[in-house]
Structures are given as structure tokens and as C-alpha cells.
């Protein structure tokens, strides 16, 4: 069983940074492909940032794209998503997730497993 644990997640004013962590067990990380959507109160849950297996190809939702980068350390089972110039519109729980398939990458379908999430707060 696949199981994933965010952390990284805080209280951090406009402009500020963070850096969330998601840590894999169980499963052959070294395969999956990797993301992260967020789920801000009363709204949907939306992507953020996807990375293939092999850390080649990342995505983002245009919102981050400049500000938010996807890693991963397949030595360490660990993905990143390091977030600068954070905006109080990025406040939101952070949920990482991972997939064989990750096709469409943008779709919570693709992805197989969940983590609990991470609570991000931007003080304006």
C-alpha cells in the first residue's frame, strides 16, 4: 500500500516563501508520476504542479507558473514543490498525489494516491 505525508505547509506572509514536502512509502515511487493539487474553502480541488516519473517534464496551472517548482529526489522518495512570491490567493490545503498512469496530468482521476494534505495560510 502506497502511502504519501506532506509537510511544509505553515503561516506565511505575501511574498513570502514555502517549501512542502511529500514523502513516499510502499510503493515503487521511481514510477509514478507525482503532483500536487490544492483545495482552497468552498471551492473545488485544483491542480497545481504535476512531474513525470522521470522528473524530464513538469507542469503547472498558469497561476503558479514563474513562482511554484516541482522536484523530486527518487533516492529519497520525495517530492517537492517549493513555493516563492506566495499570494494570499494561493491559500489552500496542499495534497500530494501520485499515479502510474498521471494522464490526463491535471486530473485528480489519474492519480491513484493521496496524501492528507499540508495547510498553507498567506497573510496579506
Known amino acids: 500500500q502506497v502511502q504519501l505525508v506532506e509537510s511544509g505547509g505553515g503561516l506565511v506572509q505575501a511574498g513570502g516563501s514555502l517549501r512542502l514536502s511529500c514523502a513516499a512509502s510502499?510503493?515503487?515511487?521511481?514510477?509514478?508520476?507525482m503532483a500536487w493539487f490544492r483545495q482552497a474553502p468552498g471551492k473545488e480541488r485544483e491542480f497545481v504542479s504535476a512531474?513525470?516519473?522521470?522528473?524530464?517534464?513538469?507542469y503547472y496551472t498558469e497561476s503558479v507558473k514563474g513562482r511554484f517548482t516541482i522536484s523530486r529526489d527518487s533516492a529519497k522518495n520525495i517530492v517537492y514543490l517549493q513555493m516563492n512570491s506566495l499570494k494570499p490567493e494561493d491559500t489552500a490545503a496542499y495534497y500530494c498525489?501520485?499515479?502510474?498512469?498521471?494522464?490526463?496530468?491535471?486530473?485528480?482521476?489519474?492519480?491513484?494516491?493521496w496524501g492528507q494534505g499540508t495547510q498553507v495560510t498567506v497573510s496579506s
Open positions: 498525489a501520485g499515479g502510474i498512469r498521471g494522464n490526463p496530468y491535471a486530473a485528480s482521476y489519474a492519480y491513484d494516491y
Open positions: 510502499g510503493g515503487t515511487f521511481s514510477m509514478y508520476q
Open positions: 512531474i513525470s516519473w522521470s522528473g524530464a517534464r513538469t
